[in-house]
Structures are given as C-alpha cells and as structure tokens.
C-alpha cells in the first residue's frame, strides 16, 4: 500500500538554528515527490519536485533531497518567516498525489 | 507555473443548504483536481474533473454530495450539496500544468474555508 509518512508532527526552532524534517515513503515506481509550504488558510506552494534518488535541489534557505526511501527537507539559518507547514505528496501507483500529514514548523526570533 | 484564483474565499452557509465554488485558471489545463482539507489534517482528493466528461470521484465520495462541472479548460465548480458541520473544511482546486523535467506538476489555488452551522 502506498504510503507517506513525515515527521515530525511539529518543530518549533530558534532563528537561526538549522534542522531538517523527514518525509518517508513506500510507493511502487517513484513518479515524483512534491514538497509544498501551506501558511494558515491558503493553499499550498509548490517548492520542488524530486524525481530520482540522489537528487537535491535548493531554494533560498531551503534544501530538499531524496534517496530511495525517504526525503529530507533542510531549513537553514531560519528566519520567522519560514514559520508554515511543510507538505510532502508522491504520485502514488495510481498516479495521483498523496499527501503525508505535514510538518508544522515555528521559528522564533 | 499556473495561476489559480477561487471564488468565493469563504463563506459561512446554513445546514442543509449548498455552495457553489468556482476555480478558474490563466491557461488552459486538461487535469484539475478537487481537495477536502478538514481543521487540523492534511489534503484529501475529493475528485478528478476531466473536461467533456464525467468527474472520476475517490472513494468515501459521491456525485449526488460533490457534484463537479468542466466546461472547458480552464474553469470548474465544485458544489457542497446539503451541507452539514462535518463539511466544514478548506476545499482547494488543483492543476497539473506543464512545468516539470518528467511529470506534470501540481499547483493549488489558494482555497475556499466554508464553515457549516
């Protein structure tokens, strides 16, 4: 069955304070793996898509990476306003998106 | 990329009424996706609306509740139909559009909250 787990549920980080959050997955034929940030109440923004293990790419203070089991996404030096939840989704056997539970992140001043 | 815009933002409706929420994107796009975000969760796909032909619902989900119209490429409505608290949540329209190296990539609108009393 597919399936994606991320964790952890939340992480709260001094501005600052580097930290990365996991997204696992077991999907039969990776198709793509999508991280997204979702502020309260709007819709997700889409931030990369992974195709293949080994593959990393980078935004700002973000860096995703993927092997063939899992992703992980890099916060470094956070500012406040990274504060959102993170979104990981892989195009499942079916090839429609499926969404892990989210990371919810705060950063502090 | 795509750009998504959703009418209305939100809305607060009366049990057992209905709402109509309209996607409508800035190009033409042949999948769009409809979402169920419930307080506190992650996304769930309601349907696939697919132009010229039926909506293709996932399972927990029926046309009779969540009716969807495509009347062209760049347009849908999804309808909440006798609504009830449980339907309260943020309801998000997605496109696949062309901008990934392999596959499509999926963009979302920025939501509808509709709260049920």
């Known amino acids: 069955e597919d399936q994606v787990t991320q964790s952890p549920e939340a992480l709260r980080l001094q501005e600052g304070e580097s930290s990365s959050l996991n997204c696992s997955y077991t999907?039969?034929?990776?198709?793509?793996l999508f991280w997204y940030r979702q502020d309260p109440g709007k819709g997700p923004e889409f931030l990369f898509t992974?195709?293949?293990a080994g593959e990393e790419k980078e935004k700002e203070r973000l860096k995703a990476t993927l092997t063939k089991k899992e992703s992980f996404l890099h916060i470094t030096a956070p500012k406040p306003e990274d504060s959102a939840t993170y979104l990981c989704?892989?195009?499942?056997?079916?090839?429609?998106?499926?969404f892990g539970a989210g990371t919810q992140v705060v950063v502090t001043p | 990329s795509a750009v998504i815009s959703q009418k209305p933002s939100r809305d607060i409706c009366q049990r057992g009424t209905s709402l109509t929420i309209q996607c409508q994107v800035d190009?033409?796009?042949?999948?769009m996706f409809w979402y169920r975000q419930q307080p506190g969760q992650s996304l769930t796909l309601i349907a696939t609306a697919n132009q010229g032909s039926e909506a293709t619902y996932e399972s927990g989900f029926v046309i009779d509740k969540f009716p969807i119209s495509r009347p062209n490429l760049t347009f849908s409505t999804l309808t909440v139909s006798n609504m009830s608290p449980e339907d309260s949540s943020i309801y998000l329209c997605?496109?696949?559009?062309?901008?990934?190296?392999?596959?499509?990539?999926?963009?979302f609108g920025p939501g509808t909250r509709l709260t049920v009393l």
């Open positions: 992974l195709y293949s």
């Open positions: 190009s033409q796009v042949t999948m």
């Open positions: 999907v039969s034929g990776l198709r793509g």
């Open positions: 989704a892989v195009h499942d056997s079916w090839g429609k998106l499926q």
């Open positions: 997605s496109v696949e559009a062309r901008g990934g190296e392999v596959y499509n990539e999926q963009f």
